[in-house]
Structures are given as structure tokens and as C-alpha cells.
Nanobody, 121 residues
């Protein structure tokens, strides 16, 4: 069992930056692959980024590639999503997830409660 708590969301102007954090507690953080997803109002939840246990492999949705960076700090049991050059269409609730299989689908075992990101135009 692992508990995930996201933070770092907020209101930002288009072109700005935010860094989301996902603090993990419980079982060993390093044994899990980590993912970030988001859900905009009226839309289904979608994949944003994922990172392997060693951080050697990273995957991004095409819509965020080149603007967002996923990372993890094993010593702090925390995963991050650095979001640059934000656009209004990035507005959504962002969720982090942990699991055993590195995937771009929602096949993760544990989910956080989400953090709201709002990008104004």
C-alpha cells in the first residue's frame, strides 16, 4: 500500500510555469513506476507523463512534450511534474499515480486525490 499526495497546483497565466509534487508514503517509493494524468472539466482523464523506477525511461503525451518534465527523487519519496509554457488547455485536475507497470494507460494501482491547475489566457 502506498499513499500519494499531490501539491503545487494553482492559478497561473498562459506562458507561466508550475511544478507539481507527489509525495509518497507507505511502501518503498523506489519499487513503483510513477505517472501523471489530468482530467479537464467534461473530459475523460488522460495520460500526461510517466517515469520508470530508475528514471531511465520517461514518456510524455504529445500535447505536453517539450514543455513538461517528469522526475523523481528517491531520497525524498517524491515525484515531480515541471510544467513550462503553460496553455489554457492545460487547465485540469492533475493526478499522480503509482504502479508496477510503466504504462500510458490508467493501469496504475494507487492514485492521489488530485491538484487543480488553472491557466488563464
Amino acid at each position: 500500500q502506498v499513499q500519494l499526495v499531490e501539491s503545487g497546483g494553482g492559478l497561473v497565466q498562459a506562458g507561466g510555469s508550475l511544478r507539481l509534487s507527489c509525495a509518497a508514503s507507505g511502501r518503498t517509493f523506489s519499487r513503483y513506476v510513477m505517472g501523471w494524468f489530468r482530467q479537464a472539466p467534461g473530459k475523460e482523464r488522460e495520460f500526461v507523463a510517466a517515469i520508470s523506477r530508475s528514471a531511465g525511461s520517461k514518456y510524455y503525451a504529445d500535447s505536453v512534450k517539450g514543455r513538461f518534465t517528469i522526475s523523481r527523487d528517491v531520497a525524498l519519496n517524491t515525484a515531480y511534474l515541471q510544467m513550462n509554457r503553460l496553455k489554457p488547455e492545460d487547465t485540469a485536475v492533475y493526478y499522480c499515480a503509482a504502479g508496477d507497470v510503466l504504462t500510458t494507460t490508467e493501469g496504475y494501482d494507487y492514485w492521489g486525490q488530485g491538484t487543480q491547475v488553472t491557466v488563464s489566457s
